[in-house]
Nanobody
Framework: QVQLVESGGGLVQPGGSLRLSCAASGRIFSINAMGWYRQAPGKERELVAAITSGGTTNYADSVKGRFTVSRDNAKNTVYLQMNSLKPEDTGVYYC?????????????????WGQGTQVTVSS
């Protein structure tokens, strides 16, 4: 079992910045990708940013140039630096991770979610 613990959410004014952190702990074998999703009220959950263990990143078009995802593999921690925040960035941000593991000789893949942290961008 892997647990994901998030921190860094809060209330900021438009144009401000926040830095989210998510640390994985527990029975970690091989974390493949970590990232962030968000869900605004009444909307579907969407991918914001993700990063592989090798450093390859993927961003939603709406956050390109403003958000940066990074990762510390030694600490099993992923970060999301959010700059130039807009009201439409408001939502609950969820950390996500997936890993490979083994049952005998069988290779399996599982994924995990954090509890979510609220980000509110408002005047």
């Amino acid at each position: 079992q892997v647990q994901l613990v998030e921190s860094g959410g809060g209330l900021v004014q438009p144009g401000g910045s926040l830095r989210l952190s998510c640390a994985a702990s527990g029975r970690i074998f091989s974390i493949n990708a970590m990232g962030w999703y968000r869900q605004a009220p009444g909307k579907e959950r969407e991918l914001v940013a993700a990063i592989t263990s090798g450093g390859t990143t993927n961003y939603a078009d709406s956050v390109k140039g403003r958000f940066t995802v990074s990762r510390d593999n030694a600490k099993n921690t992923v970060y999301l630096q959010m700059n130039s925040l807009k009201p439409e960035d408001t939502g609950v941000y969820y950390c996500h991770a997936d890993q490979t593991y083994y049952k005998g000789s069988v290779i399996l893949v599982d994924d995990f979610w954090g509890q979510g942290t609220q980000v509110t961008v408002s005047s």
